[in-house]
């Protein structure tokens, strides 16, 4: 359930890739926390910082703004290369996270690059301006 009413109007495909792009970026900064904090901590704890860049568009994300997504499609590959180093660089359990990590990664970049496709191909064509 939204919050917005006009989310019930939008295509199926639209609110279902929100929803992915959105439940794959809270899982990322989820499993970040978890990862650096509990899982398997490398240091004192400070990696856990990364997840701060996540945490800024997932506002955008909620609130559908078609930049946001834009650029999520994009800063999702630092993750992904994060987690492509880790997973072949690090024991058990650090590689299977990191494993976890590149799914999500990819999960969002798909969801992101689909609602940004079906948003512009389902979009109000503005009426011509009168002269």
Same mark, same amino acid.
């Given at each position: 359930?939204?919050?917005?009413?006009?989310?019930?109007?939008?295509?199926?495909?639209?609110?279902?890739?929100?929803?992915?792009?959105? &439940?794959?970026? !809270?899982?990322?900064?989820?499993?970040?926390? +978890?990862?650096?904090? #509990? $899982? =398997?901590?490398t240091g004192r704890?400070?990696?856990?910082?990364?997840?701060?860049?996540?945490?800024?568009?997932l506002a955008g994300?909620?609130?559908?703004?078609?930049?946001?997504?834009?650029?999520?499609?994009?800063?999702?590959?630092?993750?992904? &290369?994060?987690? !492509?180093?880790?997973?072949?660089?690090?024991? +058990?359990?650090?590689? #299977? $996270? =990191?494993?976890?990590?590149?799914?999500?990664?990819?999960?969002?970049?798909?969801?992101?690059?689909?609602?940004?496709?079906?948003?512009?191909?389902?979009?109000?064509?503005?009426?011509?301006?009168?002269k």
């Open positions: 359930m939204s919050i917005d009413p006009a989310f019930n109007t939008l295509p199926p495909m639209v609110r279902r890739t929100r929803n992915l792009a959105v &439940a794959c970026l !809270v899982a990322l900064i989820v499993l970040g926390l +978890a990862w650096e904090l #509990w $899982l =398997a901590p704890g400070t990696l856990a910082l990364k997840v701060l860049p996540l945490v800024v568009p994300l909620l609130r559908r703004r078609m930049y946001t997504y834009r650029w999520v499609s994009l800063l999702v590959w630092i993750y992904f &290369a994060e987690g !492509v180093v880790r997973a072949t660089s690090e024991p +058990a359990p650090g590689a #299977w $996270l =990191a494993l976890i990590e590149i799914v999500l990664c990819l999960l969002l970049f798909v969801a992101c690059a689909t609602h940004v496709r079906w948003r512009l191909k389902h979009a109000p064509v503005p009426a011509e301006g009168k």
